[in-house]
């Protein structure tokens, strides 16, 4: 990953974010409101149908749609719509004319006439409509966190905005139609249940009286209003359709393929150019596209590769592909630490593990087994990788993804750092553990010793001669006491746990929330080093080559003992049809598939000149059975 030093300040991220984004989303909230009229046309025509007569029903929709309030809701509409488009706010409601039209109508009943002090009453229908509205966008809402839908996904091949969204226009129309059905039903049954209480309360604020000819709608005979169920369901498509237009518009602009410069003759550019982009701390949009620009160059443009190829004037050094292959590099170490945090994270079962590894000898790392994990959960804490390409893609910072890992690694310290922080920890002195333990070592007796001194208190410290100097408070140890009996009495409940535990399903694709940068570092990495037998002139890539199949290997034997664990090889059912796109659900599937498919590439180029390149002993073994095509 790229250093501290060389992440550039929050305006700079910002200025290359406008430049690269700007336009696109100006564009994307352009033509939401542009569709606007369109579909109030269309609403306002449909909401006012009459088959009867055809020629009055066209001309009074006509009527309306030049008329001063239907232009002045466009123009909030429109404003709304743009909110919705910077912030991500996605509220409103839209009231159809006629009886639904105000919150308060004279009252029809005889009593009410005949009572001088109460000639207004509430319109029930118009309450709820507005009611249908609120629950309509905060369902929208949720269902879009519950959904994923700020989840970007890529299109694999590159086509035309008009066509993607042409494709998708009938797709969403009638995925539109089908929520807002069902929005619809589980509103009635809320009102059914709960609408008193709001009708209540709006009417003694506003001192309103209860039209008596009119029947409430929190009763099957007022529910049954087709006419009332029509309208309230016509809004919600409206409202849905424009919601998920201004949605699709800005997934397919933002997308869209960007062509980085590989190198630049001013210095003023350079901020702009691949290698600056992917060894920098760009917004993680533009870090997928910068990987997405690779990948495509690698395959299609020639004379882009040989930009990558060149020699730096002055100095002949290879600075293009240096700065390239090194973050192709951190990525393919990243994911391997990722996988061989949680395989092992899987392996402890919430266990004590005292491990050495020949690159780090007599280093044992002993952290507590937790009391209120469950052989169900993945014994591992959830990692903040970015969850998926959310809307959190805009954010300045990309960082690695923090694992807590039982284990130590051999792949460097940054794991071991962010192990150590469980010893620092405040832990209980109480702390029980379920099961004997399944490892021993030769150094039991030190792992035990470390064990105890992680299970002092905070009040508790040691001195160098390891005597202890404190001890905790009476009441400090009952509190604690009484926390872990609370915890293991929870822990037993198997409903609560059902609710509190994570999914299986969850921790694997949190491991592969990011894949897509991965794949796409695996496919420009193994095109340009395949592309170099024959176009690199100057053999920059043949240096680095051997530590290229290395960390590729490397990443293949992690790959293939992850997909040994349980539920890793399960595949989530694809649902095909769907306005909301999975596919992030099977990235790992389609990370394993790059990764043997990228060694191929490699060695189905170079052949046996590959015998010539050193490599360990078992990375040789593996090496041969790719070029015999035994994998």
């Known amino acids: 990953m790229a250093t501290a030093g060389s992440r550039p300040c929050l305006g700079g991220s910002r200025d290359i974010l406008w430049r690269v984004l700007g336009w696109r989303i100006v564009t994307s909230i352009v033509w939401s409101v542009v ?35 239907v232009i002045f809701y466009l123009l909030l509409l429109s404003v709304v719509l743009v909110i919705i488009n910077i912030f991500n706010v996605e509220f409103y409601t839209v009231i159809t004319k006629g009886p639904y039209s105000f919150l308060v109508v004279p009252c029809t009943d005889t009593e009410s006439l005949d009572s001088p002090a109460a000639q207004t009453c509430l319109n029930e229908r118009h309450l709820f409509f507005l009611l249908a509205g609120t629950f309509m966008g905060y369902s929208y809402s949720l ?30 129309v009638k995925h539109s139609c089908v929520e807002s059905l069902f929005l619809v039903r589980n509103f009635c049954i809320l009102y059914y249940f709960l609408g008193h209480i709001p009708r209540a309360w709006i009417s003694t604020a506003m001192d309103l009286r209860k039209d008596k000819q009119l029947h409430p709608l929190d009763t099957v005979s007022g529910l049954l209003n087709l006419s009332l169920l029509y309208h309230v369901w016509l809004c919600g498509v409206f409202v849905l359709t424009t919601w998920y237009i201004s949605w699709i518009l800005f997934k397919i602009y933002v997308t869209e393929a960007h062509l980085f ?27 997928y596209l910068a990987l997405q620009d690779l ?14 190829f060149s020699l730096s004037q002055p100095g002949g050094h290879p600075h293009n592909w240096t700065a390239i292959s090194r973050e192709c590099l951190n990525l393919f170490n990243e994911m391997t630490q990722k996988l061989i945090v949680y395989q092992e994270a899987a392996a402890t079962d919430g266990r004590v593990l005292c491990s050495s590894y020949p690159g780090e000898p007599k280093k044992l790392n002993c952290p507590e087994e937790i009391t209120f994990q469950t052989p169900k959960s993945s ?74 001194f992680s299970n002092l208190s905070p009040s508790t410290s040691v001195s160098a001669e390891g005597r202890t100097v404190g001890q905790p408070s009476l009441i400090y140890s009952w509190i604690q006491s009484k926390r872990e009996q609370i915890k ?26 990011d894949a897509q940068m991965h794949i796409w570092a695996l496919e420009g990495l193994s095109h340009l080093v395949a592309a170099s037998f024959t176009e690199d002139r100057f053999g920059v890539v043949q240096t680095t080559l051997p530590v290229i199949l290395n960390a590729l290997l490397t990443l293949q034997e992690a790959v293939d003992k992850y997909f040994k664990l349980p539920h890793a090889s399960s595949k989530p059912p694809r649902i095909s049809g769907s306005l909301v ?41 593996r090496l041969q059975q790719f070029l015999e095509f035994k994998e």
């Open 143 to 172: 269902l879009y966190f519950i959904n994923n839908m700020n989840y970007l996904p890529f299109p694999i091949i590159q086509q035309y905005k008009f066509l993607r969204f042409r494709r998708s226009l009938l797709l969403l």
């Open 581 to 621: 796109d999975t596919s992030y659900k099977t990235l790992r599937f389609a990370f394993r598939a790059s990764l043997k498919t990228a060694i191929y590439r490699i060695t189905t180029t170079f052949g046996e000149h590959l015998n010539a390149v050193q490599a360990s002993a078992e990375h040789q073994k």
């Open 35 to 69: 569709l606007l009229p369109l579909c109030t046309t269309v609403f306002i025509i449909v909401s006012s149908i009459d088959l009867f007569h055809p020629i009055q029903w066209l001309s009074d929709s006509f009527n309306d749609l030049y008329s001063s309030y």
């Open 379 to 452: 014994q591992m804490t959830q990692p903040s990788v970015p969850p998926l390409v959310k809307t959190s893609l805009f954010s300045s910072k990309l960082s690695t993804p923090d694992v807590v890992s039982p284990l130590g690694t051999p792949f460097g310290s940054s794991v071991m750092n962010r192990v150590a922080g469980i010893f620092e920890s405040h832990q209980t002195p109480q702390l029980r553990r379920r099961e004997p333990r399944l490892w021993t070592s030769a150094s039991g007796k030190y792992c035990q010793q470390m064990t105890e």
């Open 295 to 308: 990948m495509l160059l690698s395959q299609y443009s020639p004379s882009r590769r040989q930009e990558v």
């Open 488 to 513: 293991n009495f929870l822990s037993k409940r198997v409903l609560i746990m059902y609710f509190f535990s994570k999914h299986p399903e969850a921790s694997i694709q949190a491991v592969f929330a």
């Open 261 to 287: 410069p590989v190198q630049t003759s001013f210095a003023e550019e350079s901020d702009e150019c691949l290698p600056k982009i992917l060894n920098s701390n760009p917004p993680l949009i533009i870090k």
